[in-house]
Protein backbone atom coordinates (compact mmCIF):
# COMPACT_ATOMS: atom_id res chain seq x y z
CA UNK A 1 0.00 0.00 0.00
CA UNK A 2 1.03 3.44 -0.56
CA UNK A 3 -0.60 7.07 0.46
CA UNK A 4 0.88 9.83 -1.37
CA UNK A 5 0.23 13.46 -0.61
CA UNK A 6 -0.47 15.93 -3.65
CA UNK A 7 -1.39 19.78 -3.00
CA UNK A 8 -5.15 18.88 -3.37
CA UNK A 9 -5.90 15.35 -2.69
CA UNK A 10 -4.36 12.17 -0.94
CA UNK A 11 -4.08 9.16 -3.07
CA UNK A 12 -4.09 5.60 -1.57
CA UNK A 13 -2.67 2.74 -3.77
CA UNK A 14 -3.58 -0.83 -3.15
CA UNK A 15 -2.48 -3.71 -5.13
CA UNK A 16 -5.29 -4.70 -7.71
CA UNK A 17 -5.54 -8.50 -5.94
CA UNK A 18 -7.39 -6.24 -2.96
CA UNK A 19 -10.77 -7.34 -1.68
CA UNK A 20 -13.38 -5.08 -2.91
CA UNK A 21 -15.37 -5.74 0.28
CA UNK A 22 -12.35 -4.60 2.11
CA UNK A 23 -12.21 -1.28 -0.07
CA UNK A 24 -15.61 -0.70 1.00
CA UNK A 25 -15.01 -1.16 4.75
CA UNK A 26 -12.18 1.15 4.36
CA UNK A 27 -14.27 3.61 2.45
CA UNK A 28 -17.55 3.57 4.84
CA UNK A 29 -15.24 3.96 7.62
CA UNK A 30 -14.16 7.06 6.16
CA UNK A 31 -17.02 8.14 5.00
CA UNK A 32 -17.85 7.96 8.76
CA UNK A 33 -14.98 9.43 9.88
CA UNK A 34 -16.16 13.08 7.62
CA UNK A 35 -19.86 13.04 8.94
CA UNK A 36 -18.86 12.82 12.84
CA UNK A 37 -15.67 14.85 12.57
CA UNK A 38 -17.69 17.62 13.68
CA UNK A 39 -20.35 15.64 15.86
CA UNK A 40 -20.23 16.08 20.00
CA UNK A 41 -22.42 13.36 20.79
CA UNK A 42 -22.01 11.91 24.43
CA UNK A 43 -20.45 7.95 24.44
CA UNK A 44 -23.98 6.84 26.62
CA UNK A 45 -26.41 8.46 23.74
CA UNK A 46 -25.01 6.69 21.21
CA UNK A 47 -24.88 3.50 23.10
CA UNK A 48 -28.26 3.92 23.92
CA UNK A 49 -29.02 4.31 20.47
CA UNK A 50 -27.40 1.05 19.45
CA UNK A 51 -29.27 -0.51 22.03
CA UNK A 52 -32.20 0.42 20.57
CA UNK A 53 -31.45 -0.37 17.04
CA UNK A 54 -30.40 -3.96 18.16
CA UNK A 55 -33.70 -4.33 19.51
CA UNK A 56 -35.52 -3.62 17.00
CA UNK A 57 -33.68 -5.72 14.92
CA UNK A 58 -34.50 -8.66 17.09
CA UNK A 59 -37.84 -7.76 17.71
CA UNK A 60 -38.55 -7.81 13.67
CA UNK A 61 -36.11 -10.98 13.55
CA UNK A 62 -38.17 -12.98 16.19
CA UNK A 63 -41.68 -12.37 14.55
CA UNK A 64 -40.14 -13.27 11.31
CA UNK A 65 -39.10 -16.76 13.22
CA UNK A 66 -42.40 -16.92 14.39
CA UNK A 67 -44.05 -16.75 10.87
Keep these: MII ?3 PD ?3 FRFPKNISLDDL ?3 TDLFEYKELTR ?3 VAQKDVDDLVKT ?3 GRW ?3 KQQLDK
Excluded: A, G
Aim: aromatic share 0%; hydrophobic share 20%; charged share 55%.
Design 53 to 55: IKK
Design 4 to 6: ERT
Design 24 to 26: QDL
Design 59 to 61: ERT
Design 38 to 40: KTK
Design 9 to 11: EII
